[in-house]
């Protein structure tokens, strides 16, 4: 057995020493949409700059136990909104609001694919110099964030609200935004680049030194455990439908004509209707833990042996919570580690 000393000095440990360390620097945050650590985003500190995207503007939370909707985002220093604007009108249903939003004077500028005139604060987003300086690595709006601290001289970035999930869209934009993390500690060091503790950003175990769970498998199986919940609620609404029409179907035997009354009429129509809604609802449950089954099977085959699953299908495993006084962070102590000679 060999005993491995791993130090993780170069985490942070404490809410205090993450605002230390911000002295002297030139700090930037890019906040993204995730509800686990957007909110600490440092927006009440005038001295950092926010860089936000998308439509996070209009984001709203809802405070317990209160029925009014606030504003998570209380500041942006400079916005992003990367997408061509014929592409955001080809959604099927165009988000008007945010339209008329981008249509305001701001007091902050917003990167676009060209400057629009429609759009006063839109600037165009220097691509050429990006491509030129980083390579082609920008999959996604966040990856165009890094060039622009790059240039405007910033030393320093703080990342919230970015979880980037392992499915999906964000498959191909993890690759790309690891690429930026990298180049720019390269350049300005280790601890210029700070990453949440639930982000799944260069969150990997030390290949074969540490237990090697698969992260992409314990986001799936977070997905099917939270999709069969959903199922087991969703079904006993459906079977609650279908023993109403069932009711109705037993009353227009025992009554005959009973479904030439308009108020009977109308309930069965309602009804079915509804019956149909959760029909549909339980079928697209149905077909997405299937489909997420296949893709957790086809990891494992494709996976050594080693790499397991972590022991939580808890749905909010990924979540951790920060607070003013004591960040969950890596413990910076010293670990030990075993492993078994081969």
């Known amino acids: 057995m060999q005993k491995l000393h791993i130090g993780t000095s170069n985490e942070v440990t404490k ?19 995730s509800p686990s650590t957007r909110e600490l985003a440092p927006f009440d500190d005038s001295e950092i700059e926010i860089f936000t995207l998308g439509r996070s503007w209009r984001d709203v939370k809802i405070e317990k136990g209160e029925k009014t909707k606030k504003k998570w985002v209380k500041r942006i220093s400079r916005h992003f909104e990367i997408h061509p604007d014929s ?3 080809l959604d099927t249903k165009p988000d008007e609001l945010h339209f008329k939003w981008l249509e305001q004077n701001h007091p902050f500028i917003i990167y676009m694919d060209d400057k629009y005139e429609k759009y006063p604060a839109s600037v165009r987003y220097p691509i050429e110099r990006a491509v030129n300086t980083f390579g082609r690595h920008f999959t996604s709006t966040m990856s165009y964030m890094f060039p622009i601290a790059e240039f405007e001289g910033f030393d320093r970035i703080e990342l919230y609200g ?14 790309e935004v690891s690429y930026h993390i990298g180049w720019f500690r390269a350049k300005h060091g280790y601890d210029s680049v700070v990453i949440p503790p639930s982000s799944r950003i260069l969150r990997a175990p030390l290949y074969a030194y540490e237990e090697m769970y698969n992260p992409i498998l314990t986001s799936i199986e977070q997905r099917i455990h939270v999709l069969g919940q959903n199922l087991i ?21 025992d009554i005959p004509g009973i479904e030439h009354n308009e108020k009977f009429g109308k309930l069965e129509e309602e009804t079915k209707m509804e019956q149909q809604k959760q029909s549909i609802m339980v079928n697209s449950l149905l ?10 099977d086809a990891i494992y085959y494709m996976m050594p042996p080693s790499y397991k699953a972590a022991p939580t ?26 492993r078994e000679e081969s």
């Open 15 to 33: 809410f205090e020493d993450l605002k230390a360390n911000r002295k002297g620097k030139k700090t930037v945050a890019f906040v993204g949409m």
């Open 87 to 89: 592409f955001c009108h």
């Open 162 to 175: 970015f979880e980037m999930g392992l499915t999906g869209e964000y498959a191909y934009q993890m690759p």
């Open 233 to 253: 609620k969703e079904t006993a609404g459906l079977e609650k439908y279908n023993g109403a029409l069932e009711i109705i179907r037993l009353i227009k035997e």
């Open 287 to 296: 077909t997405a833990t299937n489909e997420s089954k296949v893709l957790k």
């Open 313 to 338: 299908a808890d749905e909010n495993a990924c979540v951790v919570p920060w607070n003013d006084v004591d960040l969950p962070w890596r413990e910076a102590e010293n670990v030990t580690e075993t």
